[in-house]
């Protein structure tokens, strides 16, 4: 009966040390980026570089997320108690992650086509 409480104990301290340790990574700023067609040479080139250091940054944050994603599947795939809706959390953030990392490209992408197009040759 001991071993039990033990592993149970063990059991809410895995649980609740996996969501403080989602709390301790930390997702990146997204970048602002000018307006392309308003935006100079430079401003571009510094867009270009905030856009890649953020994609570095998000990739960091991302890759602190999965250890947690995967043990929060397999707890909520033992059936363990709050499992289920921890592992929920985390990929929603996790996905989140991903999605300010499409929007951010895009961004960046639309304003280099508008100042390409209002800087032609």
């Known amino acids: 009966m001991k071993t039990l409480k033990f592993a149970l104990l063990g ?52 890759g602190c997320l999965e250890p947690m994603l995967t043990a929060a599947e397999s707890a909520a795939k033992e059936g363990q108690e709050g499992a289920a809706e921890n592992y929920l959390k985390i990929q929603e953030t996790y996905n989140a992650a991903v999605s300010r990392e499409e929007e951010v490209a895009t961004k960046f992408n639309t304003e280099i086509r508008d100042y390409k197009t209002a800087n032609p040759g």
Not at 37 to 50: H, I, Y
């Open 11 to 62: 059991l809410g301290l895995a649980l609740g040390s996996t969501v403080s340790m989602a709390d301790d990574c930390v997702a990146p700023d997204a970048p602002v980026i000018s307006e392309g067609e308003e935006s100079t040479l430079e401003q571009m080139l510094a867009a270009q570089k905030a856009v890649k250091e953020f994609q570095a940054a998000n990739l960091a944050y991302m």
